[in-house]
């Protein structure tokens, strides 16, 4: 199996890009320019562009969607997917990806205005960004996540071109971090795709929560149904 993308790569590509941010308050403040023309300049600034292109956010992106390659890679393929849909998913995402980082860096352009309109020195400013709006562990749980619903979103498309009668477990860690939906759903063993619709709905694409870590796989052995375990650590959470 090919190595897995690793997210906090784009943790310290998100820092490098508050970094980029800090030094273009610094550059503005020691300009000369009065505070009305930083402000003036700053509500102008193509945010999209700076964040994805002079920042070079766009090539940290491309390294993303290459993960999404080598997850596809990866997966253990047991019906056909339409490439139309695999091109679909992945530039959903992409696009997703490219939203939340503009609206991230729209959001600091309003701190630096503020800061700007508050006199902060550059260092206060980067101690501002610390504190407030997208962090970089929240882009590194991001690329995560994202990538484990693509995962999710594939076998639901095989799952679609497969009989109805199929069976599907919930695959995944069973320790004390796993949460009580995905217990419930792995001690549950082998159900069909609408049955899981019906104990917890979305879950199939979509996981219990935000950093899920489960996934449903096409039940095909018992070795492959952890449900003994899962009731177990139910009983350990209950006791």
């Not at 993308?5 to 980029?20: I, M, S, T």
């Not at 253990?76 to 139309?84: I, L």
């Not at 530039?91 to 800061?115: C, N, P, V, W």
């Not at 882009?139 to 994202?146: E, R």
Request: hydrophobic share 40%; proline share 3%.
């Amino acid at each position: 199996m090919a190595a897995a993308f690793d997210p906090q790569k784009f943790e310290l590509a998100w820092k490098r890009v508050q970094d980029h941010f800090v030094q273009l308050y610094a550059s503005l403040q020691r300009s000369g320019a009065t505070r009305e023309q930083i402000i003036s300049h700053l509500v102008d600034v193509d945010i999209e562009d700076l964040v994805m292109n002079k920042f070079q956010l766009n090539g940290e992106l491309e390294q993303i969607m290459e993960a999404y390659l080598v997850e596809l890679k990866g997966m253990e393929a047991f019906a056909r997917v339409d490439e139309n849909v695999l091109k679909s998913l992945m530039k959903a995402d992409s696009f997703i990806y490219k939203t939340k980082f503009t609206e991230a860096g729209t959001l600091i352009r309003k701190q630096m205005i503020d800061a700007v309109i508050g006199g902060l020195s550059e260092s206060n400013f980067a101690l501002a960004l610390e504190s407030a709006g997208f962090q970089p562990y929240q882009a590194a749980s991001l690329v995560d996540d994202s990538l484990k619903k693509f995962s999710r979103n594939v076998i639901s498309e095989m799952a679609n071109n497969m009989p109805e009668e199929t069976l599907y477990v919930w695959d995944g860690p069973v320790d004390n971090r796993t949460s009580d939906e995905c217990l419930q759903l792995v001690s549950a063993g082998p159900m069909t795709k609408a049955e899981f619709g019906a104990v917890f709905p979305g879950a199939f694409e979509n996981g219990t929560h935000f950093g899920c870590r489960h996934e449903p796989q096409r039940y095909l052995s018992k070795r492959q149904s952890k449900a003994v375990s899962a009731d177990k650590q139910i009983a350990v959470n209950v006791a």
